[in-house]
């Protein structure tokens, strides 16, 4: 393992999942950070705008995952994909695809969902 390089095994996400369900009310069932959605953005659109604009609760399952997923090589982003696929690819594509995250961001003032001043 080189330095600064994770490995997020089992019992780490084991225990980022418990943490969220500790706090979780009994009979909701749990969350994806992706679940938080707007009409006419897709999930990972969403998701997205929701990391980019700090719409999470800094105590919340999604925060911990993007701890998580954000410190993360390919390898363990591809193991973050098995139960995240939404979350992992709007990350890649926020950093991989050039131009998506304009396209985006002008999507979402159009629909009203981000004021015009957050260009």
């Known amino acids: 393992m080189r330095p600064g390089e994770h490995i997020f095994n ?14 979780a009310q009994k009979g909701k069932p749990e969350m994806k ?9 897709t999930a990972e659109e969403s998701f997205v705008v929701n990391w980019q604009f ?20 390919d390898e363990n982003l ?4 098995l139960g995240f696929p939404v979350e992992v690819i709007a990350i890649r594509r926020y950093w991989h695809e050039v131009g998506w995250w304009d396209g985006v961001l002008k999507k ?12």
């Open 10 to 23: 089992g019992a780490f996400l084991h225990r980022l999942k418990a943490e969220a369900v500790s706090k």
């Open 33 to 41: 950070p992706s679940d938080l959605t707007y009409a006419g953005l």
């Open 54 to 73: 700090r719409r999470f609760d800094l105590q919340d399952f999604a925060s911990a995952f993007l701890k998580a997923a954000l410190a993360a090589d």
């Open 78 to 81: 591809d193991r973050l994909a």
């Open 108 to 119: 979402a003032i159009q629909l009203g969902v981000l004021p015009e001043r957050s260009q």
